[in-house]
């Protein structure tokens, strides 16, 4: 079996598939993506709605995960619950070091709420609660609120930016979880 054959991507809203977010180490083009998407005219491998979790695939099955302009379609502003189970599904069928690629509308942009189909905004601060670190940091010195009894999953934040009123992102999924392995070597 080839490395391409073996690396694995999922394409999210694959109706609209635009260029990767360049990383080091990740390649320019995908190499044989599975695309998602829930509509079926856009004929993508897998039809499915976002909001329905778990995804259809196995445990650590992705290299890669791409989703742009598409996150930002699903859950509601404030639905914490929601928000966390998402990205720990993401998280559980990513690969260890997986990387989850996204892009949405920056907050300042104005299609942030004036796409009618757009229910909540992802800023780079919405992933500070991703990150099992930032909670050993921040909890009882900063207003950051402690979510580890509903989220135990673990992304470092690992490149934010955004440019044309568009936020871009890549998170890697650490497992374990880095406050795991320090829990048990203390």
Known sequence: MTKAA????LVIGSGKRIEKILYPGNAKEFASPVTLDINPDHRPDVIWDLECLPLPFQDDTFNEIHAYEALEHTGTQGDHEFFFAQFSDFWRILKSDGL??????????????????HSRVITPQSFVFLDQMQYEKQIGKTAMSDYRYIYSADFELILSQERDLTSFYALKAVKP???????ENT
Not at 6 to 9: F, G, T, V
């Open 100 to 117: 989850l690629f996204g892009s949405s509308p920056a907050l300042n942009s104005p299609w942030v709420w004036g796409d009618p189909g």
């Open 6 to 9: 073996e690396y694995r991507e």
């Open 177 to 183: 979880s880095r406050v795991k392995v320090l829990a």
